[in-house]
């Protein structure tokens, strides 16, 4: 799916078949408290391959290949921690299954609008981009 900003990223369905092994997040920490949702959420497979899903600046899904990045300082905004246990969303329910199927939607003006993971027993993760922020929803 071609993204007139970021480009066609990677093909999330070479996912199918692979078993989700580990899943890494960063969070926002403001004051102490942390965002809602991830900023970015890392799906790395059996193979050891990582796909990276975040939004753009311009409400597109990202969907690249990437390895986490590190924690960051961001001074008085607060800072991006990044780990597999920080925070709660629905990928983590997955970890160890298999991945069933893998759908992208899109808009030629926009991009990649969201993408739907699906795992063993019909479960199924949806990803999209709301207000800017990442959601994951089940």
């Given at each position: 799916m071609l993204c007139p900003r970021h480009g066609?990223?990677?093909d999330p369905t070479r996912l199918v078949g692979r078993t989700l092994s580990r899943v890494v997040a960063s969070w926002h920490i403001s004051d102490g408290e942390r965002s809602e949702a991830p900023l970015d959420v890392w799906l790395i497979d059996s193979l050891g391959?990582?796909?990276r899903i975040t939004t753009g600046s311009d409400q597109?899904?990202?969907v690249e290949s990437a390895a986490p990045h590190e924690p960051y300082d961001m001074g008085e905004w607060g800072?991006?921690?990044v780990g597999e246990d920080l925070?709660?969303?629905p990928f983590l329910r997955h970890v160890g299954e298999s991945v069933a199927s893998v759908a992208e939607f899109a808009v030629p003006e926009q991009?990649?609008?969201h993408l739907e993971i699906g795992f063993q027993g019909g479960h199924r993760v949806r990803a999209d981009c709301y207000e800017?922020?990442?959601r994951l929803t089940r």
């Open positions: 066609a990223g990677t391959d990582s796909i597109c899904l990202i800072r991006v921690e925070g709660d969303h991009g990649r609008t800017g922020d990442l």
